[in-house]
């Protein structure tokens, strides 16, 4: 599988991205045969990185993706800009709610050691395009930020994109309220109109939303438990699920830890049979009216076969057994 990681690199999308890395290095890990860990009949090759808005800016998502791929150790892979905006606004701002959750820079407010790396010249949609017509069905891109930049490579080239074997977002709320509202999921109320366009595009989607994502949560002791480790890496780990559970302390107080929306994006894409229960639904989103930005079945495919599979349940405590046995791994390979 040749995948491209879309994000807006904040504390989640970071440890989905580390959750990649470390799988992917499993046999340095001593984790070959672990669950979890990529098969090697099918291995995993991170083609590259591109860098959406949403928790940050476009431009400081892409540096803290160039800087994480350097600490854990794959500077071979390159990082795209993608649109720094929704297509139909003049400008982006971080929300004061992304900050809270994730801090000025995106991951907490951690500095991480900095890569001497820059973007490609090639933009994020460019690279998708170019991609899809290398590899086709072997292509498979997850995205965990906005949708712009995957919107605007459908609307410019519709059949390359038609070549890509799966894309996976991490987006929308079909049975359960929003994280926004009581209907509308953040990433898609970043750019409802792009979300609409990959919604409606026929490719094979599958949606790991709001219905799976606010299900399991890491426990609260766990990052006193990494920062206390002795490893340089679980100091980092350990100080930005610090900084991502305060802010879920003061918005979901009975939750006593937080959610990990992206890590299980992620671990979905690597292993889609974590999934125990799905729905095949061609979704559109809503545009107009006091709803606009909710996830809704598209009323003029609704007799239709479709692409487009909606997670709706997982196996929960298999995820979170190899969520702790990959980010354990890499705090103990780093002592």
């Known amino acids: 599988m040749k995948l491209i990681v879309d994000c807006d690199t904040g504390i989640d999308d970071a440890l989905a991205l580390i959750y990649l890395l470390t799988s992917m290095d499993a046999t340095q890990h001593g984790l070959a045969g672990i669950p979890g860990a990529a098969d090697s009949s099918n291995p995993v090759e991170l083609i590259g990185v591109t860098a959406s808005f949403g928790n940050t800016t476009a431009r400081q998502s892409a540096r803290n993706s160039l800087d994480l791929l350097d600490l854990f150790g794959h500077s071979d892979v390159p990082v795209f800009l993608g649109h720094e905006h929704a297509l139909g606004a003049r400008s ?94 953040a990433n898609v109320s970043q750019d409802p109109e792009s979300a609409d366009t990959v919604l409606r595009s026929g490719l094979p989607l599958v949606i790991v939303g709001r ?36 802010a879920y302390a003061v918005n979901f107080p009975a939750l006593h830890g937080c959610f990990l929306p992206d890590p299980l994006a992620m671990a979905i894409t690597l292993d889609e049979s974590l999934v125990t229960n799905w729905l095949s639904r061609d979704l559109c989103i809503e545009l107009d009216g006091p709803t606009r930005g909710r996830t809704i079945a598209n009323r003029d495919n609704l007799f239709q076969h479709s692409s487009t599979r909606v997670a709706l349940d997982y196996q929960r405590d298999t995820f979170l057994q190899r969520f702790m046995t990959l980010m354990d791994a890499q705090i103990t390979h780093s002592l």
Not at 113 to 126: L, Q, Y
Not at 127 to 155: D, M, N, P, V
Not at 162 to 170: E, F, N, T
Request: aromatic share 6%; hydrophobic share 45%.
């Open 211 to 246: 219905d799976v994502t606010a299900v399991t949560h890491l426990a609260t002791d766990v990052p006193l438990r990494w920062k206390e480790s002795g490893s340089p890496i679980g100091l980092l780990l350990g100080q930005m699920a610090a900084f991502y559970q305060r």
């Open 92 to 185: 982006f701002e971080v929300s004061p709610g992304s900050a809270f959750i994730h801090g000025l820079n995106g991951v907490g407010d951690v500095e991480l050691p900095h890569s001497a790396r820059e973007v490609e010249k090639m933009p994020a949609d460019e690279f998708f395009i170019e991609s899809a017509r290398r590899y086709g069905s072997e292509l498979t891109i997850l995205a965990t930020g906005s949708l712009t930049s995957l919107a605007a490579a459908i609307t410019r080239a519709p059949e390359a994109m038609a070549k890509a074997g799966r894309i996976v977002v991490m987006g929308c709320a079909l049975t359960v309220p929003g994280s926004v509202n009581a209907w509308t999921e």
